[in-house]
């Protein structure tokens, strides 16, 4: 199968790449390619049978939505000449989604707070209602809508996906290994035990590649790591160095998880890969700097 990854060059996206290209033909396209100059003839030449859009700009600051911004340009309007390229073709389409289209769930009501986590009352339903903070959380929805132009479309929200590599552009995953690796202090707000489910994102490319293989089409779907993998950001410090030095902040941040529901449901896929089985092949990648795109 030829694939076509759109965001082939960012921290989930360069892992999605390693991961197909064992088993595909994966073509990638980055930010020099520009989403808006991908068109119906190209992908038409490229003979691509399937596209995953993992392009974005991601703006967590900003709260508005504004016109012509590059959240906008790639997130919104990139979407639009994505659809536009694919349209009347027989190409199926994953639009990877985020967590952020439903804002803070999560208040002080919500968890239970022990020494190391606040443990969530419940998790994450893929019926929550949508409640974007921020623009990045704004356009990704304005983005769903968008593909439903296109029949042949699944959009997957993920809550937080990791590689087991490292990324110039950074995330907090790789970030937090990084700095306690090197004995530095690591920041935390509300005392670091806000959960994350997060989920290896092998687990993401097994399951894109059942949705691609099914015939199920119009569909958006929640997935996260599962209770196996739910950690606060805190056990996950702990996990590394037991005697990290944290500089605690302020925030109001209680955690995010979804229940993995009706992708169980539809597709009857649970993620396999533990992350503290996996964290000893992460540490060591971290420590030699290797990426997943060499």
Same mark, same amino acid.
């Given at each position: 199968?030829?694939?076509?990854?759109?965001?082939?060059?960012?921290?989930?996206?360069?892992?999605?790449?390693?991961?197909?290209?064992?088993?595909?033909?994966?073509?990638?396209?980055?930010?020099?390619?520009?989403?808006?100059?991908?068109?119906?003839?190209?992908?038409?030449?490229?003979?691509?049978?399937?596209?995953?859009?993992?392009?974005?700009?991601?703006?967590?600051?900003?709260?508005?939505?504004?016109?012509?911004?590059?959240?906008?340009?790639?997130?919104?309007?990139?979407?639009?000449?994505? !659809?536009?390229?694919?349209k009347d073709?027989?190409?199926?389409? *994953?639009? $990877?989604?985020?967590? &952020?289209? @439903? =804002?803070?769930?999560?208040?002080?009501?919500?968890?239970?707070?022990?020494?190391?986590?606040?443990?969530?009352?419940?998790?994450?339903?893929?019926?929550?209602?949508?409640?974007?903070?921020?623009?990045?959380?704004?356009?990704?929805?304005?983005?769903?809508?968008?593909?439903?132009?296109?029949?042949?479309?699944?959009?997957?929200?993920?809550?937080?996906?990791?590689?087991?590599?490292?990324?110039?552009?950074?995330?907090?995953?790789?970030?937090?290994?990084?700095?306690?690796?090197?004995?530095?202090?690591?920041?935390?707000?509300?005392?670091?035990?806000?959960?994350?489910? !997060?989920l290896h994102?092998?687990?993401?490319?097994?399951?894109? *590649?059942? $949705?691609?293989?099914? &015939?199920? @089409? =119009?569909?958006?779907?929640?997935?996260?790591?599962?209770?196996?993998?739910?950690?606060?950001?805190?056990?996950i410090i702990?996990?590394?160095?037991?005697?990290?030095?944290?500089?605690?902040?302020?925030?109001?941040?209680?955690?995010?998880?979804?229940?993995?529901?009706?992708?169980?449901?539809?597709?009857?896929?649970?993620?396999?890969?533990?992350?503290?089985?996996?964290?000893?092949?992460?540490?060591?990648?971290?420590?030699?700097?290797?990426?997943?795109?060499?």
């Amino acid at each position: 199968m030829r694939i076509l990854l759109i965001g082939y060059e960012g921290y989930v996206g360069s892992g999605l790449f390693r991961y197909l290209s064992n088993k595909n033909e994966v073509v990638g396209w980055g930010r020099k390619d520009n989403i808006l100059n991908l068109k119906a003839h190209t992908l038409k030449d490229l003979q691509i049978s399937a596209v995953i859009n993992c392009g974005v700009i991601m703006d967590r600051v900003s709260p508005n939505f504004v016109t012509e911004s590059p959240s906008d340009r790639v997130n919104v309007i990139g979407m639009r000449s994505l !659809i536009s390229a694919i349209k009347d073709s027989e190409i199926k389409l *994953i639009h $990877i989604s985020t967590k &952020d289209v @439903f =804002g803070n769930v999560y208040s002080k009501s919500d968890v239970e707070e022990s020494v190391d986590v606040f443990t969530p009352h419940f998790l994450i339903d893929d019926s929550q209602p949508f409640s974007p903070e921020t623009i990045y959380g704004k356009t990704k929805l304005m983005a769903e809508y968008i593909a439903e132009s296109h029949p042949l479309t699944n959009v997957i929200r993920l809550s937080s996906c990791y590689t087991d590599f490292d990324h110039h552009r950074g995330h907090w995953i790789p970030n937090i290994i990084k700095s306690l690796l090197k004995k530095n202090p690591v920041t935390i707000t509300n005392k670091g035990k806000q959960v994350r489910d !997060i989920l290896h994102v092998n687990d993401l490319g097994q399951l894109i *590649i059942k $949705i691609i293989e099914s &015939d199920k @089409f =119009g569909e958006k779907i929640n997935i996260g790591g599962g209770p196996d993998n739910l950690f606060s950001v805190l056990q996950i410090i702990n996990m590394v160095d037991l005697n990290a030095k944290i500089i605690e902040a302020e925030g109001n941040d209680y955690g995010f998880a979804f229940n993995n529901r009706l992708v169980m449901e539809l597709f009857n896929w649970t993620p396999k890969i533990l992350f503290e089985e996996n964290l000893s092949v992460l540490k060591e990648n971290l420590i030699k700097g290797k990426t997943a795109i060499s």
